[in-house]
C-alpha cells in the first residue's frame, strides 16, 4: 500500500464523454492540482489513456491510479461511482506495481535518430504491400539473418497481453526479467515463433533493403517512418508506478490470462 495520504490529484482524461463527465465531477469534490502539487495521477478512460498518462508524466515520481472508461481498460481500476467522495480512502489501501519501459534509438533512411521510450511495446511494420526483410542481432551476435515477415516487436512484461500476445507470444509475470521478441506474420523463417531475452540484452533490428522494402517503427504510440536500424534495450532508471484495488491486482489478472479459454 502507498504510504501517502492521498489528498490531491491531477486529472488526465480521455475525450469520451463519459469519462469528461467523472472528471468533471471528480474536480468539483476534490479540486484539480498541478502534476507537481499532486499526491497522484488520477486517469479516466482506457488503456491507451493510461499509456498516454505514463509518458507525460514521464519526469514526475507520482503513481498513476486509472478508472476504466475504456473498452479493456487492463492497467485500470473498476468504475464504482458511488465511491466517487471515497476515492482517497479507496486508493490509500491500493498495491502498487512498478511498471519498466523500453528505449528504442531508430535511424530512418535520411541518417536522423530518433530517440522514445515504450511501456508495452516497439513495433517494426512493413510500410507497403512487400513483406520486410530483417536481421536480427542481440548483443551485437547475428541471430536471424533474414526475418521474412509483416513485421517484429519486442515486448515488455506489462505490455505482453497486448498487441504481443494476439501475435501468438508469450504473456510473462511482471517478475520476470525478460522482454518478449515477437514476430508479426513470419514466412521465413516458419517455425521461428519468437524469443525470451533477459532485459539486460540490446536487440538491434537491421532493415534488409529498405529502399524496396519500407519499415516504420513505433515506440507505444509514437511512429518513425523509414527506418534502417532499430537498436532496443531496457531504459535506464525509468520508472512508473500504478495503483490497483487489492482484487484487482495487475499480476494477478496476468497470470489468470493465462488460463483463459
Known amino acids: 500500500m502507498y504510504d501517502k ?3 490531491k490529484f491531477t486529472f488526465w482524461s480521455s475525450s469520451s464523454k463519459k469519462a469528461l463527465t ?3 465531477k471528480l474536480i468539483e469534490i476534490y479540486g484539480n492540482h498541478s502534476i507537481e502539487d499532486a499526491d497522484a495521477v488520477l486517469v479516466l478512460g482506457g488503456d491507451g489513456s493510461m499509456l498516454e498518462a505514463l509518458h507525460d ?3 514526475i515520481n507520482i503513481p498513476l491510479y486509472g478508472l476504466n472508461y475504456g473498452s479493456v481498460g487492463f492497467m485500470m481500476n473498476p468504475v464504482r461511482v458511488d465511491e466517487f467522495d471515497h476515492l482517497p480512502a479507496r486508493m490509500e489501501k491500493a498495491m502498487l506495481t512498478d511498471i519498466y519501459s523500453l528505449k528504442m534509438e531508430a535511424t530512418d533512411k535520411y541518417g ?4 522514445a521510450v515504450a511501456f508495452n511495446e516497439v513495433s517494426l511494420f512493413r510500410e507497403q504491400r512487400q513483406a520486410a526483410k530483417m ?3 542481440v548483443n551485437g551476435e547475428e541471430r536471424i539473418p533474414e526475418l521474412v515477415c509483416d513485421g517484429v516487436m519486442v515486448a515488455t512484461p506489462a505490455g505482453s497481453t497486448a498487441y504481443n500476445f494476439s501475435a501468438g507470444g508469450p504473456i510473462l509475470p511482471l517478475s520476470a526479467n525478460v522482454n518478449a521478441l515477437t514476430p508479426i506474420s513470419a514466412f521465413r523463417p516458419r517455425r521461428w515463433k519468437g524469443a525470451l531475452l533477459p532485459q539486460s540484452v540490446t536487440i538491434d533490428i537491421e532493415i534488409i533493403e529498405p529502399g524496396h522494402r519500407p519499415v516504420s517503427a513505433t515506440a507505444d504510440f509514437k511512429e ?3 527506418v534502417v ?3 532496443i534495450r531496457q531504459s535506464e532508471g525509468i520508472k512508473k508506478t500504478l495503483m490497483f484495488d487489492p482484487d484487482h491486482a495487475l499480476s494477478e489478472r496476468i ?3 493465462q488460463f483463459i479459454i
Do not use: G, H, W
Open 112 to 115: 536522423k535518430t530518433y530517440e
Open 22 to 24: 467523472a472528471k468533471k
Open 5 to 7: 495520504a492521498m489528498n
Open 57 to 59: 508524466s514521464l519526469n
Open 229 to 231: 536500424k532499430v537498436s
Open 255 to 257: 497470470l489468470r490470462e
Open 135 to 137: 536481421k536480427i542481432f
Open 224 to 226: 518513425f517512418r523509414d
